[in-house]
């Protein structure tokens, strides 16, 4: 008479959704049934681009952790370690990187640091210069963005990891003799190993998959996710298979080493917990030059944006030469409103992403019953299906997407779905399924399971309890899930740029087009927008 | 067997290898209270939540008014439940919470009625737009209580509900829910691990043992006439010895000493067996019996217990605090004890 549930329907659906496409890449890069080959793969491995690629990725990620964690570990531990007039303001700002989409920071810079940018144009002006002085490109302007956007989870990480390291451990240090910087070296730095291991991972992972800065800056510079999207987009879909095994080959091994060396749990939680002590730092002088330095952090870091934002008010064709541009107007944001071509990008960004975070918080909400309340067998299965979008860089799922959906065969689950207007919501809700899983699942751990009993009890079904109780009080989870989920989907590239159609490009890919026809204010407005409506949601969901 | 009311019929449920009930047959007279006590690990709870329909038994049927619900979830069964810590939903307040089993027939006139009646029941009136964490503890066991009978279930379940309260007030708590339960007459069943709480609360005791019933009696009954060596020794306080019977109703713990006892079996003369015997039963006596020497003396007031090494072991009886002092040598006889078939000599 025992049964216990098995949450076959669950896996099914997300086999379907995530594995079985990047199963079918692999297939395919070996030619599929029928004409079984090797000469993709053999091509591949003799062809020097192919690896001098594969290897720019490797370095590039393996640059950028060093380069951010450089910054943001410094940094994570003076905001959390003193205390200073503007700590809380400035700690908030300096986050905000990480809540942009990616491209938005990758244009910003291009404003800013670019040849034709404000900077380029002060150092020329200053020096006399015929051109610009430097070209924003290759692997060194790559880094430059990773950097910028990546330190922040070093940052992050390394905040949150002091704020929960046990005070007594810092003193017990100090007592046995050492001094700041030993404590430190010794006790501190240890006692984060696991939270600077996990700031590493994101970041290599996060530099892996990246797209938009080597899209954009890269110039001759080769990485396997740009190869991947050029070969597709040149209609060279046996070496696009390949590439995409091969960055998603690298992607596991990353994984899987990081898995390796972060070894055992956190250990900076052991005992009672003392809260960490922030010293103050005592001396006027000290405290202000803090002060001052956490501003001048916080401009530089914001300084992109502002660029932004300014650039958005520059009429077409209004700036050529001249040091600042002479004239600004609300010229470009009327254009969004009034000309539906314009607009459209927009609206369908928005609805896209609308759609793609409701069905992935559906998803999450379903398989947080499962794994958590009914604690299916299978529950282990659907939980590592439901971070496998983490673990692959979004062009191998985009292509993986692309390739499963292509073909009609719905005896095999497959349908003709690239063309059509389903296919980017779905491709975000893909991606968007790790980050609502993380949180929703997260949220259900903390529900007292006899809240759920009490409402049985009292009468009320499966769908009454889920709509009464486990929705009302997992709203936090939700509402930060969504947040997130939607901000990555509406300010999407990679994806887009794979699956796009001209009927339902999104923002990402109007300022592409816009950058290709010189006209940066109309990129600029499109920048600010995503900059609105991310910051908003992040804004929205963060609330408590 | 009598139709009404709540019966469980050879409840099976098995965990992995675990069997935590086995084979349990027990009946709860309609509007009678059902306390079910037993050590951590006996089954009770896993008893209850059979009951309620959150688990489903391997074997056995539970019926209710003599309908078989086993095979109805815990939605469909119109049972009340109370939990340990009371599960109040913690985004709605006092009145949402009570009115949340309330059946949509019933018009907001009427919910409103039917609320205000429940949380009356349990001394909250006027407390339904409170919110629930601002109650203190006791309160919130009300609310719990309230929750559950508002939708007037056919039975009501109880797990653990004093352990949450702090000591003070589990005394007062516990006399107001006996008073609430004798106002709402619903067959009631309760997990506890506190045998003070079972007597006090319960029409009737059931003993759990390994997931088993051991003895199913009214307290008195339980106390007075174990059916088991273990309900003798986990219900109330007793010493345990050896004897071998010399008649059905007298058994010898030692040459010279025999004591009048009762059994739940009846014995033959010469079976081995194990005596039971409270501390009340024992009588302190001038001169012969057991004797023995008081190791230590534990005062309650007027009265007190002594632990007493004796040739057979250690014994506690309880009497006169003046009765001895610790080193005093102290002779006892036994009023009545109980005995229970041991194998071997």
Known sequence: MRRKPLGLLLTVLLVWLVAYPIGLVLIESVGGPGEWTLDHLKAFATDSFEWSALWGSVWISFASVVLAGAIGIPVGYFFEAFTFPGRRVLGALIALPAVLPPLVGVIAFLFLFGESGFIARFITAIFGLQASPWRLQGAGAILLVHAYSMYVYFY??????????????????????????????????????????????????????????????GGGFR??????????????????????????????????????????????????????????????????????????????????????????????????????????????????????????????SLW????????????????????????????????????????????VLAIAIATAFSVSAPWVGRWVLVGTIVILPLAYLVRNIPIAAGSVIAGFRQLDPALEEAAASLGARRLRTLWRISIPLLKPALLAAGALAFATAVGDFVTSIVLYTFNTRPISIEILSALRDFDVGVAAVYGVVLMVVSAGAMALGTRR | M?????????????????????????????????????????????????????????????????????ALGPADRHFGMVFQHYALFPHLNVGENV??????????????????????????????????????????????????????????????????????????????LRAALDKVHVTTVFVTHEQEEAFALGDVVAVLRNGALEQVSAPTELYERPASHFVATFVGRATTLKGVMVASDRVRVATGIEWPVTSPVALQEGQPVSVTVRPEMFLPSEDGGLTGTVREVRYTGARAFFEVDTQLGNVEFEADVHTADVGDTVWLTARTGTAFPRRGK
Not at chain 2, 124 to 140: A, I, K, P
Not at chain 2, 149 to 162: I, Q
Request: glycine letters at 8%; proline letters at 5%.
């Open chain 1, 156 to 217: 992050l990480f390394v905040r949150a990891g002091l704020a929960k390291v046990d005070a007594s451990m810092i003193e017990a240090a100090q007592v046995l003799g050492c001094n700041h910087w030993q404590t430190i070296r010794r006790v501190t730095l240890p006692l984060l190993r696991p939270q600077i291991l996990a700031a590493a991972l994101l970041t290599f992972m996060t530099s892996l998959g990246s797209f938009s800065a080597p899209y954009i800056f």
């Open chain 1, 223 to 348: 990485v396997m996710t740009t190869q991947i999207v050029n070969s597709k987009l040149n209609g060279d879909l046996n070496a696009a298979m390949v590439q995409t095994v091969a960055l998603a080959a690298v992607a596991f091994l990353a994984l899987t080493a990081f898995g390796r060396g972060q070894g055992s749990r956190s250990v900076a939680t052991t005992g009672k917990g003392v809260a960490s002590a922030t010293r103050n730092l005592g001396p006027p002088l000290a405290r202000w030059s803090a002060t001052g330095l956490g501003w001048m952090f916080a401009v530089l870091l914001l300084l992109p944006h502002i660029t932004l934002v300014v650039v958005s008010f520059v009429p077409f064709g209004t700036w050529t030469t001249q040091l600042v541009p002479p004239e600004y107007s609300l010229g470009n944001y009327a254009q969004l409103v009034q000309e539906p071509e314009r607009l459209r990008p927009l609206v369908n």
């Open chain 1, 352 to 395: 896209m992403a609308a759609v793609a975070t409701v069905g992935a918080l559906a998803l999450a909400l379903w398989a947080g019953r499962n794994i958590v309340q009914r604690k299916v067998v299978l529950r282990g299965a659907i939980d590592r299906l439901l971070n496998v979008p983490w673990a692959v860089p979004g062009t």
């Open chain 2, 2 to 70: 009598s139709e009404a009311g709540l019966r469980l019929e050879h409840l099976t449920k098995q965990f992995d290898d675990h069997v935590a009930v086995r084979d349990l047959t027990l009946d709860v007279p309609q509007g009678s209270v059902l306390a079910l006590l037993g050590p951590s690990g006996s089954g009770k709870t896993t008893t209850l939540r059979l009951i309620a329909g959150f688990e489903t038994p391997d074997k056995g049927r539970v019926l209710v008014d003599g309908e078989d619900v086993t």
């Open chain 2, 99 to 176: 009115a949340f089993g309330l059946g949509r027939s019933l018009s907001a006139d009427e919910r409103r009625q039917r609320v205000a009646e429940s949380l009356l029941l349990v001394d909250l009136r006027g407390f339904e737009d409170r919110r629930v964490d601002e109650l203190s503890g006791g309160q919130q066991q009300r609310v719990a209580v309230a929750r559950a009978v508002a939708p007037r279930p056919r039975v009501l379940l109880f797990d653990e509900p004093l352990s949450n309260l702090d000591p003070a007030l589990r005394e007062r708590t516990r006399r107001e």
